[in-house]
Every structure is written in C-alpha cells, then in structure tokens.
C-alpha cells in the first residue's frame, strides 16, 4: 500500500520559515517525480515546486509566486522529499500536498499518481 505522508505545517508569522516533509512508504520516491501543491480556502489547487526522477538529473521547477523562496529537496536514504519554505507571506497560507508521478508536466494534478493527506500552514502579518 502506497502512502504519503506530509508534515511540517504550521502557523507563523510573516517572514518566518517552515519546511514540510513528505515521507514515503510503499513506493521509492527517487523513481518518481515529485511536486508540491497548495490549496487555500475557495481557491483552486495549484503548483508550488517539482522535481523531475533521480535518473533524470532531477530537474526542480517553481512557481513563480515561491521562486527564490521555497527550495525542494529529496532525501533518497531517507525515502522523503521536503519543501522549503523562508520569507513566508500571508498569501502562502493554504493547505500543502506532496504528490508523487510517473510522468508527465509536472504543473498538471492530474498527471500525479500519489497524494499526500496535506498539511495545513498558516502565516499571518
């Protein structure tokens, strides 16, 4: 059984940071692309950062709104991927979801195989 589990969410204030954690059982997470979603309240999901397989030189994409200040990184010993987030705003406040792919754009939900539960994060001014 396939399971992702983020972690790391919290609440804090604006220009604080806070790293999340996506840990894996059931798949090898250095075999799959990664990505990292956000969801706040009445809003769509959307793309925060990605990372593309091991093998293929993991290349990492961001979004615009993060680039500069969220960083992915993978952890293959430790089968985990994390996001991390500095000089948060409170426009970063939403749900966050690690997701795991086989292929495919990595901006695109629906190309993601594997979800995470989600952790909430919450920044205020």
């Known amino acids: 059984q396939v399971q992702l589990r983020d972690s790391g969410g919290g609440s804090v204030q604006a220009g604080d940071s806070l790293r999340l954690s996506c840990a894996a059982s059931?798949?090898?997470?250095?075999?799959?692309?990664m990505g990292w979603f956000r969801q706040a309240p009445g809003k769509e999901r959307e793309f925060v950062s990605g990372m593309g397989v091991s093998w293929s030189g993991a290349t990492k994409y961001y979004a615009d709104s993060v680039k500069g200040r969220f960083t992915i990184s993978r952890d293959n010993a430790k089968n985990t991927v994390y996001l991390q987030m500095n000089s948060l705003k409170p426009e970063d406040t939403a749900v966050y979801y690690c997701?795991?792919?086989?292929?495919?754009?990595?901006?695109?939900?629906?190309?993601?195989?594997?979800w995470g539960q989600g952790t909430q994060v919450t920044v205020s001014s």
């Open positions: 059931g798949i090898t997470l250095s075999n799959y692309g």
């Open positions: 997701a795991a792919r086989r292929t495919g754009d990595p901006e695109l939900p629906g190309n993601y195989d594997y």
